[in-house]
T-cell receptor, first 114, second 113 residues
Framework: DQQVKQNSPSLSVQEGRISILNCDYTNSMFDYFLWYKKYPAEGPTFLIS?????DKNEDGRFTVFLNKSAKHLSLHIVPSQPGDSAVYFC?????????????FGKGTLLTVNP | KAGVTQTPRYLIKTRGQQVTLSCSPI?????VSWYQQTPGQGLQFLFE???????NKGNFPGRFSGRQFSNSRSEMNVSTLELGDSALYLC????????????FGSGTRLTVV
């Protein structure tokens, strides 16, 4: 049972345009969401996160939107740059003293074309 | 500040053997997690340790085990290796109170032949 889904395996965008990466989740207990970026032969790098008490979090070119009723979040990258080309993973976690794990989606390969 | 260090980077083992992977977290980080990444399943949680105690474990068979030492360094062990254990094994650490922003190492690529 895949609790975090990234339904688009890949996305291609022109440099300077907006990239929108989507993520859906099924577990209502999830209350913290993160996005990671991964280059080949490297570990994932933390990008941005959002708590379920918010519906938007912004950090420079990266903005994450959370729609709790739809159990959907998205990552917007504006403007997109060729260096943003990587695999992007959505991850979720539930708070509480007994859960210290992240549940990841399978990733979306973003290609930004010059 | 040094990042999360995983050794070795690459490993080739034969089916039926066992393997031990090592992870040194960022200095001061006491929480260490392990993940398995495969093309088909993505990143899957193996276990998490804090102060030498396992606090959570994923849905992996008992052949997968881990431990954490008093200096927060961690090891994971896989016994009786199967071809399906071929994967990238990632270690991540974070400081207590951090908002889940785990820092990952570059991983150990295990190939079982």
């Amino acid at each position: 049972d895949q609790q975090v889904k990234q339904n688009s395996p890949s996305l291609s965008v022109q440099e300077g345009r907006i990239s929108i990466l989507n993520c859906d989740y099924t577990n209502s207990m999830f209350d913290y969401f993160l996005w990671y970026k991964k280059y080949p032969a490297e570990g994932p790098t933390f990008l941005i996160s959002i708590s379920s008490i918010k519906d938007k979090n912004e950090d420079g070119r990266f903005t994450v939107f959370l729609n709790k009723s739809a159990k959907h979040l998205s990552l917007h990258i504006v403007p997109s740059q060729p260096g943003d080309s990587a695999v992007y993973f959505c991850a979720a976690s539930s708070s509480g003293g007994s859960n210290y794990k992240l549940t990841f989606g399978k990733g979306t390969l973003l290609t930004v074309n010059p | 500040k040094a990042g999360v260090t995983q050794t070795p980077r690459y490993l080739i083992k034969t089916r039926g053997q066992q393997v031990t992977l090592s992870c040194s977290p960022i200095s001061g980080h006491r929480s260490v997690s392990w993940y398995q990444q495969t093309p088909g399943q993505g990143l899957q949680f193996l276990f998490e340790y804090f102060s030498e105690t396992q606090r959570n474990k994923g849905n992996f068979p008992g052949r997968f085990s881990g431990r954490q030492f008093s200096n927060s360094r961690s090891e994971m062990n896989v016994s009786t290796l199967e071809l399906g254990d071929s994967a990238l094994y990632l270690c991540a650490s974070k400081s207590q109170g951090s908002n889940y922003g785990y820092t990952f190492g570059s991983g150990t690529r295990l190939t079982v032949v």
